[in-house]
């Protein structure tokens, strides 16, 4: 069934794959696939599963070997990448409009006809390994992990994504094909693309390539975190600068509260240099080069993480001063002026994000895939706008409270 707006053509195939494309005027095209499926959907003897199948995927088809694979794409000057994160699979490209044909069955047989050969995944065993090893020696990166399995302890949810090195060198064929066979179900595939193709023509080669997929409806069920308890740890490394994380467990993906917890990160630490700890940290006191602040939404819970590396001499004052501005927030709502000015940041960075269209793909492709709907960015604005300072106040009292934050420290 196919349906229109203004700027997305939307349309189901007969096995469940739902697709989702908008035209552009650009002569680059992105092509993708997003599976409902990330780490939080593995079994604890299949930590980094998700992930070894996102390296293991461009490995050999039925018809192809890994080079062929490769160089269809970037023999015309395409790119073909993946990401896996704890609820997601992704496998895309960027290329010519010239060569959607090219990518789209390309995609397809990497997505349907994966062969995994048994050689190329011992070969890559060694190179997930060295990332994580390589990711162990990146405190600054390491602590979101750590903090994340300090929220939702005991949660398949709080597991990394890269899995262990003892799990990867278990991983084999068979085990790749019942993770598969138990997550990757058409009803949670959506095809996303960004490009200038007629729509006809689309949906007939997307029809074409794609409904050869036998249809597997099933529901994606996941065990649902509950139980946040606040922690407090330091744990002794061997850097030069402290690390430190303080957050919470923070609303989900369909919360009302979500736009304006969005709104709250952004002013706290987004990425713009003006942000309140940015600031206060780096451009008032000269204590910490990196800090910023994370707001990530899952379909069940979220997590709030503000992060700061600093020297081991001023940590305690440094934390005292990303308190002093949790406190702000929570004592006092913002006045018209400072909530217009943070609602015009907010919109200006998603107006620029837009216009990087692989982005865009990707983001309509998710918003597919849990929302069954994409808004148009007026929309999105228009929410923007309709929050107020009430709506940051209550956000704030339940996120920055003292007794619900928890805090890690490397040092």
């Given at each position: 069934m196919l349906k229109k707006s203004m700027e997305y053509q939307l349309f189901t195939l007969n096995n469940g794959i739902r697709v989702i494309h908008q035209q552009v005027d650009s002569p680059v095209a992105h092509f993708g696939v997003i599976v409902n499926t990330g780490s939080r959907d593995e079994k604890a003897e299949e930590q980094g599963m998700a992930h070894f199948i996102e390296h293991t995927i461009f490995k050999g088809t039925r018809k192809r070997?890994?080079?062929?694979?490769?160089?269809?794409?970037?023999?015309?000057?395409?790119?073909?990448?993946?990401?896996?994160?704890?609820?997601?699979?992704?496998?895309?490209?960027?290329?010519?409009?010239?060569?959607?044909?090219?990518?789209?069955?390309?995609?397809?047989?990497?997505?349907?006809?994966?062969?995994?050969?048994?050689?190329?995944?011992?070969?890559?065993?060694?190179?997930?390994?060295?990332?994580?090893?390589?990711?162990?020696?990146?405190?600054?990166?390491?602590?979101?992990?750590?903090?994340?399995?300090?929220?939702?302890?005991?949660?398949?949810?709080?597991?990394?994504?890269?899995?262990?090195?003892?799990?990867?060198?278990?991983?084999?064929?068979?085990?790749?094909?019942?993770?598969?066979?138990?997550?990757?179900?058409?009803?949670?595939?959506?095809?996303?693309s960004v490009g200038?193709?007629?729509?006809?023509?689309?949906?007939?080669?997307?029809?074409?390539?794609?409904?050869?997929?036998?249809?597997?409806?099933?529901?994606?069920?996941?065990?649902?975190?509950?139980?946040?308890?606040?922690?407090?740890?330091?744990?002794?490394?061997?850097?030069?600068?402290?690390?430190?994380?303080?957050?919470?467990?923070?609303?989900?993906?369909?919360?009302?509260?979500?736009?304006?917890?969005?709104?709250?990160?952004?002013?706290?630490?987004?990425?713009?240099?003006?942000?309140?700890?940015?600031?206060?940290?780096?451009?008032?006191?000269?204590?910490?080069?990196?800090?910023?602040a994370n707001y990530t939404s899952y379909t069940d819970t979220g997590v709030f993480m503000v992060y700061f590396g600093t020297d081991l001499n001023n940590l305690y004052k440094a934390l005292s001063l990303v308190e002093h501005e949790f406190a702000i927030l929570r004592d006092k709502k913002m006045g018209i002026l400072q909530l217009s000015k943070a609602k015009k940041q907010l919109i200006g960075q998603l107006a620029i994000s837009n216009e990087n269209r692989e982005d865009l793909m990707l983001s309509i492709g998710r918003s597919c895939l849990y929302f069954d709907k994409v808004d148009q960015l007026a929309t999105v604005i228009e929410k923007i706008e309709k929050i107020t300072a009430d709506d940051i106040f209550e956000v704030a009292n339940e996120m920055l409270a003292k007794d619900r934050l928890s805090r890690l420290i490397f040092q």
């Amino acid at each position: 069934m196919l349906k229109k707006s203004m700027e997305y053509q939307l349309f189901t195939l007969n096995n469940g794959i739902r697709v989702i494309h908008q035209q552009v005027d650009s002569p680059v095209a992105h092509f993708g696939v997003i599976v409902n499926t990330g780490s939080r959907d593995e079994k604890a003897e299949e930590q980094g599963m998700a992930h070894f199948i996102e390296h293991t995927i461009f490995k050999g088809t039925r018809k192809r070997k890994a080079f062929q694979i490769i160089n269809r794409i970037e023999d015309v000057g395409g790119e073909i990448n993946a990401y896996t994160t704890k609820e997601e699979t992704a496998i895309y490209a960027t290329f010519l409009n010239e060569y959607y044909e090219r990518t789209i069955e390309l995609i397809s047989d990497v997505v349907i006809n994966a062969s995994f050969p048994q050689k190329e995944l011992e070969l890559e065993k060694d190179v997930i390994i060295d990332e994580i090893n390589s990711y162990n020696d990146s405190p600054s990166e390491l602590i979101f992990d750590e903090f994340e399995e300090m929220v939702y302890d005991g949660h398949p949810i709080a597991r990394n994504i890269l899995g262990t090195p003892k799990t990867v060198k278990l991983f084999n064929r068979t085990m790749i094909k019942k993770f598969m066979q138990r997550n990757y179900h058409t009803n949670e595939m959506v095809i996303c693309s960004v490009g200038k193709i007629d729509p006809v023509v689309f949906q007939r080669l997307v029809t074409h390539y794609f409904e050869v997929m036998p249809a597997c409806i099933i529901p994606c069920e996941r065990k649902q975190f509950s139980g946040y308890s606040p922690l407090n740890r330091e744990v002794k490394k061997d850097t030069f600068q402290s690390h430190c994380i303080i957050g919470t467990e923070s609303y989900n993906l369909k919360d009302e509260r979500r736009l304006p917890m969005v709104l709250l990160n952004n002013i706290l630490g987004g990425n713009s240099m003006n942000s309140r700890l940015n600031m206060t940290l780096r451009e008032r006191n000269g204590i910490a080069y990196n800090v910023e602040a994370n707001y990530t939404s899952y379909t069940d819970t979220g997590v709030f993480m503000v992060y700061f590396g600093t020297d081991l001499n001023n940590l305690y004052k440094a934390l005292s001063l990303v308190e002093h501005e949790f406190a702000i927030l929570r004592d006092k709502k913002m006045g018209i002026l400072q909530l217009s000015k943070a609602k015009k940041q907010l919109i200006g960075q998603l107006a620029i994000s837009n216009e990087n269209r692989e982005d865009l793909m990707l983001s309509i492709g998710r918003s597919c895939l849990y929302f069954d709907k994409v808004d148009q960015l007026a929309t999105v604005i228009e929410k923007i706008e309709k929050i107020t300072a009430d709506d940051i106040f209550e956000v704030a009292n339940e996120m920055l409270a003292k007794d619900r934050l928890s805090r890690l420290i490397f040092q």
